[in-house]
Nanobody, 127 residues
C-alpha cells in the first residue's frame, strides 16, 4: 500500500513561484509513476505532470509545459513540482498520485492512470 502526503500549496501573485512536495511511503521504489493532478472548482481533474520514478522520464500537459518542473529526490522519497510563472488559471487543488509498482506505459497524465492519492494542497494565484 502506497501512502502519499502532499504539501506546499499557498496563495501567490501571478508571475510567482511555488514548490509542491509529495512524500511517498514506504519508499519511492514502491511505485512506478508519480503524477500531479489538479482540480479547479467546477472543472474536471487535469493531470499536469508525471515522472517515471525508475528512469526519471517526465511528462507535462500543454498547459504547464515550460513553466512547471517535476523532479524526485530518492533519498528523501519525495517528488516535487516546481511551479514558475504562475497564472490565475493555475488556481486549483493539487494532488500527487502514484501507481502500483511494475507499471510500464499508458496514459501517464490521465487521472485514471493512478491508484493512490494524497490529500491535496491548495494553490491560489491572484492577478
Amino acid at each position: 500500500q502506497v501512502q502519499l502526503v502532499d504539501s506546499g500549496g499557498d496563495s501567490v501573485q501571478a508571475g510567482g513561484s511555488l514548490r509542491l512536495s509529495c512524500v511517498v511511503s514506504p519508499s519511492s521504489s514502491s511505485t512506478s509513476y508519480v503524477g500531479w493532478i489538479r482540480q479547479a472548482p467546477g472543472k474536471e481533474r487535469e493531470g499536469v505532470a508525471t515522472i517515471d520514478i525508475r528512469g526519471g522520464a517526465t511528462y507535462y500537459s500543454v498547459s504547464v509545459k515550460g513553466r512547471f518542473i517535476v523532479s524526485q529526490d530518492n533519498a528523501k522519497n519525495t517528488v516535487y513540482l516546481q511551479m514558475n510563472s504562475l497564472k490565475p488559471e493555475d488556481t486549483a487543488m493539487y494532488y500527487c498520485a502514484a501507481t502500483n509498482p511494475g507499471l510500464s506505459g499508458g496514459y501517464v497524465l490521465s487521472p485514471s492512470f493512478f491508484t493512490y492519492w494524497g490529500q491535496g494542497t491548495q494553490v491560489t494565484v491572484s492577478s
